[in-house]
Protein backbone atom coordinates (compact mmCIF):
# COMPACT_ATOMS: atom_id res chain seq x y z
CA UNK A 1 0.00 0.00 0.00
CA UNK A 2 1.67 3.38 -0.94
CA UNK A 3 1.86 5.46 2.11
CA UNK A 4 -0.49 8.18 1.17
CA UNK A 5 -1.66 9.08 -2.23
CA UNK A 6 1.46 9.23 -3.73
CA UNK A 7 0.26 8.31 -6.91
CA UNK A 8 -1.21 11.73 -6.97
CA UNK A 9 1.46 14.33 -6.47
CA UNK A 10 4.42 12.28 -6.45
CA UNK A 11 6.40 9.31 -7.18
CA UNK A 12 5.12 6.75 -9.54
CA UNK A 13 5.42 9.38 -11.90
CA UNK A 14 6.83 7.03 -14.67
CA UNK A 15 3.88 4.52 -14.12
CA UNK A 16 0.99 6.61 -14.29
CA UNK A 17 1.11 6.09 -18.22
CA UNK A 18 1.57 2.66 -17.81
CA UNK A 19 -1.19 1.81 -15.34
CA UNK A 20 -3.33 4.06 -17.45
CA UNK A 21 -2.86 1.83 -20.81
CA UNK A 22 -3.00 -1.07 -18.85
CA UNK A 23 -6.64 -0.03 -17.87
CA UNK A 24 -7.70 1.36 -21.20
CA UNK A 25 -6.20 -2.42 -22.73
CA UNK A 26 -8.03 -4.33 -20.42
CA UNK A 27 -11.30 -2.25 -20.87
CA UNK A 28 -11.09 -2.41 -24.32
CA UNK A 29 -10.51 -6.26 -23.87
CA UNK A 30 -13.93 -7.03 -21.87
CA UNK A 31 -15.79 -4.97 -24.06
CA UNK A 32 -14.78 -6.91 -26.94
CA UNK A 33 -15.25 -9.97 -25.26
CA UNK A 34 -18.58 -8.87 -24.16
CA UNK A 35 -18.31 -9.50 -20.93
CA UNK A 36 -19.37 -5.66 -19.89
CA UNK A 37 -21.25 -2.96 -20.96
CA UNK A 38 -19.13 0.11 -21.75
CA UNK A 39 -22.50 2.57 -20.75
CA UNK A 40 -22.60 0.80 -17.63
CA UNK A 41 -19.13 1.25 -16.87
CA UNK A 42 -20.22 5.27 -17.55
CA UNK A 43 -23.21 5.02 -15.15
CA UNK A 44 -21.31 3.33 -12.46
CA UNK A 45 -18.83 5.74 -11.95
CA UNK A 46 -21.22 8.82 -12.42
CA UNK A 47 -23.47 6.88 -9.59
CA UNK A 48 -20.19 7.18 -6.95
CA UNK A 49 -19.21 10.38 -8.02
CA UNK A 50 -22.38 12.19 -7.80
CA UNK A 51 -24.99 10.42 -6.32
CA UNK A 52 -23.40 8.06 -3.31
CA UNK A 53 -21.67 9.91 -0.76
CA UNK A 54 -21.01 11.47 2.38
CA UNK A 55 -24.15 13.39 2.02
CA UNK A 56 -26.02 10.96 2.37
CA UNK A 57 -24.95 9.90 5.52
CA UNK A 58 -25.24 13.18 6.78
CA UNK A 59 -28.73 13.50 6.15
CA UNK A 60 -29.41 10.21 7.83
CA UNK A 61 -27.47 12.20 11.17
CA UNK A 62 -29.27 15.15 10.90
CA UNK A 63 -32.70 13.29 10.98
CA UNK A 64 -31.48 11.47 13.76
CA UNK A 65 -30.53 14.67 15.84
CA UNK A 66 -33.91 16.44 14.91
CA UNK A 67 -36.34 12.77 15.31
CA UNK A 68 -36.25 10.69 18.41
CA UNK A 69 -38.33 7.83 16.50
CA UNK A 70 -35.97 7.80 13.63
CA UNK A 71 -32.78 7.43 15.97
CA UNK A 72 -34.05 4.79 17.76
CA UNK A 73 -35.29 3.13 14.32
CA UNK A 74 -31.67 4.10 13.41
CA UNK A 75 -29.72 2.25 16.10
CA UNK A 76 -32.61 -0.68 15.89
CA UNK A 77 -32.00 -1.34 12.49
CA UNK A 78 -29.95 1.28 10.36
CA UNK A 79 -30.17 -0.66 7.04
CA UNK A 80 -33.81 0.12 7.52
CA UNK A 81 -33.89 4.55 8.60
CA UNK A 82 -30.89 4.90 6.20
CA UNK A 83 -33.22 2.87 3.47
CA UNK A 84 -36.02 4.83 4.29
CA UNK A 85 -34.33 7.57 3.36
CA UNK A 86 -33.32 5.87 -0.08
CA UNK A 87 -29.86 4.79 1.17
CA UNK A 88 -29.39 0.88 0.38
CA UNK A 89 -27.73 -1.37 -1.32
CA UNK A 90 -23.81 -2.65 -2.25
CA UNK A 91 -21.89 -2.81 0.57
CA UNK A 92 -24.88 -1.44 3.09
CA UNK A 93 -27.01 -4.65 2.62
CA UNK A 94 -26.11 -4.73 6.67
CA UNK A 95 -25.53 -1.79 8.24
CA UNK A 96 -25.38 -0.39 11.92
CA UNK A 97 -25.20 2.67 13.51
CA UNK A 98 -22.68 3.44 16.53
CA UNK A 99 -24.03 6.25 18.42
CA UNK A 100 -21.35 8.48 20.11
CA UNK A 101 -22.01 10.02 23.56
CA UNK A 102 -20.62 11.72 25.79
CA UNK A 103 -18.84 8.48 27.61
CA UNK A 104 -18.42 6.83 24.48
CA UNK A 105 -16.36 7.42 21.30
CA UNK A 106 -16.60 5.27 18.18
CA UNK A 107 -14.10 4.43 15.31
CA UNK A 108 -14.41 2.25 11.86
CA UNK A 109 -11.66 0.34 10.14
CA UNK A 110 -11.04 -2.10 8.11
CA UNK A 111 -8.13 -4.20 8.87
CA UNK A 112 -8.12 -7.00 6.44
CA UNK A 113 -9.35 -4.67 3.21
CA UNK A 114 -11.48 -1.75 2.63
CA UNK A 115 -14.80 -2.62 4.25
CA UNK A 116 -16.93 0.68 4.38
CA UNK A 117 -20.48 1.42 4.56
CA UNK A 118 -20.97 2.60 0.67
CA UNK A 119 -24.79 3.49 0.54
CA UNK A 120 -23.99 6.35 3.61
CA UNK A 121 -20.38 7.43 3.05
CA UNK A 122 -19.93 6.94 -1.26
CA UNK A 123 -16.46 5.38 -1.73
CA UNK A 124 -13.74 5.23 1.06
CA UNK A 125 -10.73 7.98 0.80
CA UNK A 126 -7.49 6.97 0.25
CA UNK A 127 -5.94 6.93 3.91
CA UNK A 128 -8.91 4.43 4.85
CA UNK A 129 -7.72 2.05 2.66
CA UNK A 130 -3.92 2.46 3.11
CA UNK A 131 -1.60 1.02 5.94
CA UNK A 132 -0.77 3.17 8.17
CA UNK A 133 -4.42 3.60 9.28
CA UNK A 134 -5.66 0.26 8.88
CA UNK A 135 -2.37 -0.93 11.09
CA UNK A 136 -3.22 1.48 13.94
CA UNK A 137 -6.15 2.04 14.22
CA UNK A 138 -7.05 -0.78 16.65
CA UNK A 139 -3.94 -0.82 18.35
CA UNK A 140 -3.22 2.98 18.81
CA UNK A 141 -6.57 4.46 18.24
CA UNK A 142 -6.08 7.93 20.66
CA UNK A 143 -2.87 8.26 18.60
CA UNK A 144 -5.02 8.36 15.26
CA UNK A 145 -7.58 10.24 16.82
CA UNK A 146 -4.80 12.93 17.63
CA UNK A 147 -3.41 12.77 14.55
CA UNK A 148 -6.81 13.60 13.21
CA UNK A 149 -7.02 16.70 15.88
CA UNK A 150 -9.16 15.33 18.21
CA UNK A 151 -8.06 15.11 21.84
CA UNK A 152 -10.22 12.56 23.14
CA UNK A 153 -10.39 12.24 27.27
CA UNK A 154 -9.16 9.65 29.39
CA UNK A 155 -12.54 8.88 30.47
CA UNK A 156 -14.35 9.01 27.76
CA UNK A 157 -14.40 5.07 26.09
CA UNK A 158 -13.12 4.39 23.11
CA UNK A 159 -14.75 1.63 20.79
CA UNK A 160 -12.81 0.49 17.59
CA UNK A 161 -14.64 -1.35 15.10
CA UNK A 162 -13.47 -3.80 12.76
CA UNK A 163 -15.32 -4.84 10.22
CA UNK A 164 -14.27 -8.33 9.43
CA UNK A 165 -17.57 -9.59 7.85
CA UNK A 166 -20.03 -8.19 5.74
CA UNK A 167 -21.49 -5.58 8.57
CA UNK A 168 -20.66 -2.70 7.87
CA UNK A 169 -20.67 0.24 10.24
CA UNK A 170 -21.27 4.07 10.62
CA UNK A 171 -20.79 6.24 13.39
CA UNK A 172 -23.17 9.22 14.72
CA UNK A 173 -21.64 11.75 15.94
CA UNK A 174 -22.98 13.92 19.21
CA UNK A 175 -24.88 16.89 17.93
CA UNK A 176 -22.69 20.08 18.20
CA UNK A 177 -24.05 23.18 20.76
CA UNK A 178 -25.38 25.72 20.10
CA UNK A 179 -27.53 24.07 17.34
CA UNK A 180 -31.18 24.43 18.62
CA UNK A 181 -33.00 26.09 16.29
CA UNK A 182 -31.17 24.43 13.04
CA UNK A 183 -32.71 23.01 10.30
CA UNK A 184 -32.43 19.99 9.01
CA UNK A 185 -30.42 21.03 6.28
CA UNK A 186 -28.08 22.87 8.22
CA UNK A 187 -27.59 20.29 10.69
CA UNK A 188 -25.94 18.45 7.74
CA UNK A 189 -23.71 20.52 7.17
CA UNK A 190 -22.13 19.67 10.29
CA UNK A 191 -21.60 16.39 9.86
CA UNK A 192 -18.37 15.56 7.63
CA UNK A 193 -17.02 12.09 6.28
CA UNK A 194 -14.52 11.57 9.09
CA UNK A 195 -16.91 12.61 12.06
CA UNK A 196 -19.18 9.47 10.07
CA UNK A 197 -15.95 7.19 10.38
CA UNK A 198 -15.04 8.40 13.89
CA UNK A 199 -11.91 9.30 13.22
CA UNK A 200 -13.50 13.13 13.53
CA UNK A 201 -16.43 14.82 15.50
CA UNK A 202 -19.11 17.08 13.97
CA UNK A 203 -18.47 20.50 13.16
CA UNK A 204 -19.48 23.25 15.20
CA UNK A 205 -21.33 26.57 14.36
CA UNK A 206 -18.30 28.44 14.36
CA UNK A 207 -16.21 25.96 12.33
CA UNK A 208 -19.07 25.63 9.64
CA UNK A 209 -19.05 29.49 9.32
CA UNK A 210 -14.72 29.30 9.06
CA UNK A 211 -15.05 26.35 6.65
CA UNK A 212 -17.09 28.94 4.86
CA UNK A 213 -14.84 31.45 4.52
CA UNK A 214 -12.57 31.33 1.50
CA UNK B 1 -3.96 -16.51 5.45
CA UNK B 2 -1.29 -14.45 7.22
CA UNK B 3 -0.65 -11.94 3.89
CA UNK B 4 0.15 -8.16 3.69
CA UNK B 5 -3.67 -7.67 3.86
CA UNK B 6 -3.77 -8.35 7.73
CA UNK B 7 -2.51 -5.40 9.07
CA UNK B 8 -3.69 -4.83 12.46
CA UNK B 9 -1.13 -3.95 15.14
CA UNK B 10 1.65 -3.38 12.48
CA UNK B 11 4.51 -0.92 12.91
CA UNK B 12 6.43 1.65 10.92
CA UNK B 13 4.05 3.22 7.61
CA UNK B 14 4.28 6.20 9.01
CA UNK B 15 1.89 9.16 9.18
CA UNK B 16 -2.14 8.56 7.69
CA UNK B 17 -1.64 11.69 5.92
CA UNK B 18 -5.19 12.57 4.67
CA UNK B 19 -5.33 14.48 1.84
CA UNK B 20 -7.52 17.80 1.88
CA UNK B 21 -10.51 17.75 -0.81
CA UNK B 22 -9.66 14.42 -1.68
CA UNK B 23 -11.71 13.71 -5.49
CA UNK B 24 -13.54 10.13 -5.42
CA UNK B 25 -11.09 9.16 -8.39
CA UNK B 26 -7.55 9.89 -9.14
CA UNK B 27 -7.30 10.30 -12.38
CA UNK B 28 -9.40 8.00 -15.40
CA UNK B 29 -7.61 5.03 -14.36
CA UNK B 30 -9.09 4.35 -11.14
CA UNK B 31 -12.57 5.27 -12.44
CA UNK B 32 -11.74 2.48 -15.02
CA UNK B 33 -10.52 -0.10 -12.57
CA UNK B 34 -13.30 0.61 -10.43
CA UNK B 35 -16.25 0.09 -12.61
CA UNK B 36 -14.44 -2.70 -14.68
CA UNK B 37 -14.28 -4.73 -11.30
CA UNK B 38 -17.52 -4.04 -10.52
CA UNK B 39 -19.49 -4.65 -13.75
CA UNK B 40 -17.41 -7.93 -14.13
CA UNK B 41 -18.56 -8.82 -11.01
CA UNK B 42 -22.02 -8.92 -11.96
CA UNK B 43 -21.59 -11.59 -14.29
CA UNK B 44 -21.37 -13.84 -11.45
CA UNK B 45 -18.08 -15.47 -12.38
CA UNK B 46 -16.67 -15.44 -8.95
CA UNK B 47 -17.98 -13.55 -5.57
CA UNK B 48 -16.66 -11.21 -3.51
CA UNK B 49 -14.68 -13.61 -0.99
CA UNK B 50 -12.87 -14.73 -4.20
CA UNK B 51 -12.46 -10.88 -4.93
CA UNK B 52 -10.86 -10.32 -2.02
CA UNK B 53 -8.57 -13.61 -1.67
CA UNK B 54 -7.32 -12.42 -5.27
CA UNK B 55 -6.21 -9.66 -3.53
CA UNK B 56 -4.19 -10.89 -0.45
CA UNK B 57 -2.25 -13.67 -2.35
CA UNK B 58 -0.43 -10.82 -3.99
CA UNK B 59 3.21 -10.97 -3.15
CA UNK B 60 3.62 -8.89 -0.35
CA UNK B 61 5.86 -6.65 -1.34
CA UNK B 62 3.82 -5.48 -4.09
CA UNK B 63 0.61 -5.52 -1.58
CA UNK B 64 2.65 -3.10 0.43
CA UNK B 65 3.75 -1.14 -2.13
CA UNK B 66 0.58 -0.55 -4.09
CA UNK B 67 -2.17 2.11 -4.03
CA UNK B 68 -5.41 -0.05 -3.58
CA UNK B 69 -6.95 0.41 -7.23
CA UNK B 70 -3.14 -1.06 -7.99
CA UNK B 71 -4.18 -3.84 -6.06
CA UNK B 72 -7.90 -3.77 -7.36
CA UNK B 73 -6.50 -4.08 -10.46
CA UNK B 74 -4.11 -6.60 -10.11
CA UNK B 75 -6.93 -8.92 -8.00
CA UNK B 76 -9.01 -8.58 -11.27
CA UNK B 77 -6.27 -9.42 -13.98
CA UNK B 78 -5.60 -13.05 -11.74
CA UNK B 79 -9.13 -13.47 -11.53
CA UNK B 80 -9.60 -13.50 -15.23
CA UNK B 81 -7.12 -15.44 -15.73
CA UNK B 82 -7.91 -18.19 -13.35
CA UNK B 83 -11.24 -18.46 -14.49
CA UNK B 84 -10.20 -18.26 -18.07
CA UNK B 85 -12.16 -15.03 -18.85
CA UNK B 86 -9.04 -13.95 -20.44
CA UNK B 87 -5.32 -14.78 -21.24
CA UNK B 88 -2.37 -12.86 -19.67
CA UNK B 89 -1.60 -12.05 -23.15
CA UNK B 90 -5.01 -10.60 -24.26
CA UNK B 91 -4.87 -8.48 -21.30
CA UNK B 92 -1.70 -6.96 -22.08
CA UNK B 93 -2.19 -6.29 -25.90
CA UNK B 94 -6.20 -5.27 -25.50
CA UNK B 95 -7.19 -7.81 -28.13
CA UNK B 96 -8.96 -10.77 -28.41
CA UNK B 97 -7.60 -13.70 -29.25
CA UNK B 98 -9.67 -16.48 -27.49
CA UNK B 99 -12.61 -16.93 -27.68
CA UNK B 100 -15.62 -15.72 -24.96
CA UNK B 101 -16.64 -18.10 -22.40
CA UNK B 102 -20.15 -18.02 -21.42
CA UNK B 103 -20.94 -15.76 -18.25
CA UNK B 104 -24.24 -15.63 -16.11
CA UNK B 105 -25.13 -11.87 -17.25
CA UNK B 106 -23.98 -8.71 -18.26
CA UNK B 107 -25.01 -5.77 -16.26
CA UNK B 108 -26.82 -3.22 -18.84
CA UNK B 109 -26.66 0.33 -17.85
CA UNK B 110 -30.11 0.53 -17.38
CA UNK B 111 -30.18 -2.14 -14.60
CA UNK B 112 -26.91 -0.26 -12.58
CA UNK B 113 -28.81 1.73 -9.81
CA UNK B 114 -31.63 -1.60 -9.75
CA UNK B 115 -28.66 -3.78 -8.82
CA UNK B 116 -26.61 -1.85 -6.56
CA UNK B 117 -30.21 -0.95 -4.65
CA UNK B 118 -30.43 -4.73 -4.14
CA UNK B 119 -26.37 -5.47 -3.16
CA UNK B 120 -25.42 -8.58 -2.27
CA UNK B 121 -26.83 -9.80 1.28
CA UNK B 122 -25.08 -12.50 2.75
CA UNK B 123 -27.41 -12.69 5.68
CA UNK B 124 -28.92 -16.66 5.26
CA UNK B 125 -31.67 -18.14 6.98
CA UNK B 126 -30.98 -19.80 10.78
CA UNK B 127 -30.82 -23.37 10.90
CA UNK B 128 -30.00 -23.95 14.70
CA UNK B 129 -29.59 -21.50 18.07
CA UNK B 130 -26.42 -19.43 18.37
CA UNK B 131 -23.66 -21.95 19.91
CA UNK B 132 -22.72 -18.63 22.32
CA UNK B 133 -25.28 -16.19 24.24
CA UNK B 134 -24.66 -12.63 24.66
CA UNK B 135 -22.19 -11.97 27.30
CA UNK B 136 -20.52 -15.16 27.27
CA UNK B 137 -16.74 -15.31 27.03
CA UNK B 138 -15.23 -16.98 23.94
CA UNK B 139 -11.50 -17.19 22.99
CA UNK B 140 -10.54 -16.74 19.32
CA UNK B 141 -8.44 -19.90 17.87
CA UNK B 142 -5.01 -19.79 17.78
CA UNK B 143 -4.83 -20.96 13.85
CA UNK B 144 -3.39 -20.28 10.75
CA UNK B 145 -4.96 -21.15 7.62
CA UNK B 146 -2.96 -20.59 4.39
CA UNK B 147 -6.04 -19.78 2.46
CA UNK B 148 -8.64 -17.02 3.16
CA UNK B 149 -9.98 -16.42 6.24
CA UNK B 150 -11.13 -13.13 8.08
CA UNK B 151 -9.89 -14.29 11.24
CA UNK B 152 -7.22 -11.18 11.61
CA UNK B 153 -3.54 -12.23 13.45
CA UNK B 154 -4.23 -9.92 16.12
CA UNK B 155 -7.25 -11.43 17.61
CA UNK B 156 -5.95 -15.35 17.56
CA UNK B 157 -5.21 -16.31 21.43
CA UNK B 158 -7.11 -13.59 23.04
CA UNK B 159 -10.43 -13.68 25.10
CA UNK B 160 -13.15 -11.38 24.37
CA UNK B 161 -17.06 -11.17 25.01
CA UNK B 162 -20.14 -11.92 22.69
CA UNK B 163 -21.73 -8.51 22.28
CA UNK B 164 -24.21 -9.17 20.17
CA UNK B 165 -24.96 -11.74 17.29
CA UNK B 166 -25.59 -10.43 13.51
CA UNK B 167 -27.27 -13.82 12.20
CA UNK B 168 -25.90 -16.10 9.99
CA UNK B 169 -24.14 -14.62 7.78
CA UNK B 170 -22.25 -16.93 4.39
CA UNK B 171 -18.42 -18.47 5.81
CA UNK B 172 -15.93 -16.66 3.65
CA UNK B 173 -13.14 -19.48 4.13
CA UNK B 174 -15.53 -21.65 1.98
CA UNK B 175 -16.71 -19.36 -0.30
CA UNK B 176 -13.34 -18.32 -1.03
CA UNK B 177 -12.24 -21.41 -2.50
CA UNK B 178 -15.54 -22.92 -4.39
CA UNK B 179 -16.67 -24.72 -1.34
CA UNK B 180 -19.78 -23.21 -0.87
CA UNK B 181 -21.79 -20.93 1.51
CA UNK B 182 -21.70 -22.89 4.76
CA UNK B 183 -23.52 -20.01 6.66
CA UNK B 184 -22.54 -19.57 10.51
CA UNK B 185 -23.55 -17.14 13.33
CA UNK B 186 -21.51 -14.18 13.16
CA UNK B 187 -21.12 -12.83 16.13
CA UNK B 188 -19.57 -9.07 17.20
CA UNK B 189 -16.85 -9.69 19.29
CA UNK B 190 -15.46 -7.30 22.36
CA UNK B 191 -11.64 -7.83 22.99
CA UNK B 192 -10.45 -5.07 26.02
CA UNK B 193 -7.81 -2.81 24.60
CA UNK B 194 -5.79 -4.43 27.44
CA UNK B 195 -5.80 -8.63 26.42
CA UNK B 196 -4.89 -7.64 22.77
CA UNK B 197 -2.35 -4.92 22.89
CA UNK B 198 -1.18 -5.12 26.71
CA UNK B 199 -1.07 -3.25 30.40
CA UNK B 200 0.43 0.17 28.38
CA UNK B 201 -2.96 0.12 26.51
CA UNK B 202 -6.30 2.51 28.52
CA UNK B 203 -8.33 -0.14 30.47
CA UNK B 204 -11.01 2.00 29.26
CA UNK B 205 -11.11 1.22 25.51
CA UNK B 206 -12.24 -1.77 23.34
CA UNK B 207 -11.85 -3.26 19.90
CA UNK B 208 -15.21 -5.12 18.45
CA UNK B 209 -14.56 -8.01 15.79
CA UNK B 210 -17.33 -9.45 13.89
CA UNK B 211 -16.07 -13.00 13.90
CA UNK B 212 -17.91 -16.58 12.93
CA UNK B 213 -18.80 -19.42 15.29
CA UNK B 214 -16.26 -21.50 14.34
CA UNK B 215 -13.55 -19.03 14.80
CA UNK B 216 -14.27 -19.09 18.56
CA UNK B 217 -13.94 -21.62 21.43
CA UNK B 218 -15.60 -21.15 24.98
CA UNK B 219 -12.99 -19.30 27.52
Known amino acids: MSK ?122 VWYKSAPYRSRAVADPRGVLEEFGVNMPDETAVRVWDSTAEIRYMVIPMRPEGTQDWSEEDLAQLVTRDSMIGTGLALTPDQLEAAKTP | MNGAQDLGGMHGFGPIDPEPDEPVFHGDWEKGVFALTLAVSFTGQWNIDMS ?121 DTNAHGQGEQPQWLYSVRFAATELWGDDSPGTDDVYVDLWESYLDPA
Not at chain 1, 109 to 124: D, E, Q
Not at chain 2, 73 to 90: I, N, P, S, V, Y
Not at chain 2, 123 to 151: D, Q
Request: proline share 7%; with cysteine.
Open chain 1, 4 to 125: SHDHHHHGEGSELPDIALRVKSLESLLIEKGYVDPEALDVLIETYETKVGPRNGAAVVARSWLDEEFRKQLIEDASAAAGSLGFTGRQGEHLVALENTPDTHNMVVCTLCSCYPWPVLGLPP
Open chain 2, 52 to 172: RHARETLDPAEYLSSSYYQIWLAGLQKLLAQLDLATREEMASGTMTEAPVKVQRILSAKDVAKTLGRGGPTEREAGAEPKYPVGSAVRARNIHPPRHTRLPRYVRGHTGIIAGTHGVHVFP
